[in-house]
């Protein structure tokens, strides 16, 4: 059995859905990526615009990377609700620890078969904060296509998946493989959905319109205009996926929230005890509760 065999039986073992594998340099889409921050569209990100000059080359996350391995990870179908029907988007888990570091440890057994089979290299396991574009490298390595809603989409799974890398400077024969041509056709169901108009049309995004941008990253509340449009979602936004023919059971939810009361009421210790280590602590408290309050003004107009 070959090296990239031998690791993708492992990822598949560990939980990995989709493993794909390419050598190391400037990732697919740079181009396009650099016109998109060009044209100001990362909202008030402003390390995605300082970052990019890193993003041209993995070896600015990893010195003499040799080779770049693709790994995706699912996460389900059910998305979390209060008894309320309030809720947030499936990737937000809050009944676990955010994602970029129990992937990181889920992964970390494959650094030691690289160690083993490759003495001597250096290898790094990134989880979507350091500046690589991963859906490129993704894509290169045969993992899945672009969708016109700009994600990765496995084509027998979907799109409900975080993606990680390893980087190495392992240097290993890399199988065969086939950039998938995107499956979406003529269908057009994301950008017809987007709640904002984020998605301006196939694979052209308006970040700092994104409600998933809205209500996580940007700093400050969401105004009462965005509060409608976000609907029953106060964390996050799932809809360009929901309607995506590829995910299935989109209407799947699972009660595992507080009560929007306990949660408006909650205080720092309370918030840090049960969400401190989820997905819900890069928002904070107060930007839930400031975007429960955008939702849903009129039910709780004076809550403190």
Known sequence: MSFHERFSQLARDLGFIGVGFCRAGPPPFLGEYNRWVDAGKYGEMEWLRKHRELKADPGNVLEHCASVITLAYPYGPEKPRTSEGFTAARYSRPLEPDYHGSIKATARPLLGLISKEYPGQRSRICVDSAPLLERGFAWAAGVGFIGKNNMLIIPEHGSYLFLAEVVTTASFPIPASKEMVTMCGPCRRCVDACPTGALEGPFSLDAGKCLSYLTVEKKGPVDRETGKRMRNCFFGCD??????????????????????????????????????????????????????????QDAFPQTP
């Open 239 to 296: 809809v360009c996926q929901e309607v995506c023919p590829f995910n299935r059971d989109a209407g799947k939810m699972v009660e595992c929230l507080p009560p929007v009361g306990t949660l408006l009421h909650m205080g720092r210790q309370s918030f840090e005890t049960r969400f401190g280590k989820t997905a819900f602590a890069r928002a904070g408290l107060e930007k839930m509760k400031s975007n429960i309050r955008a939702m849903a």
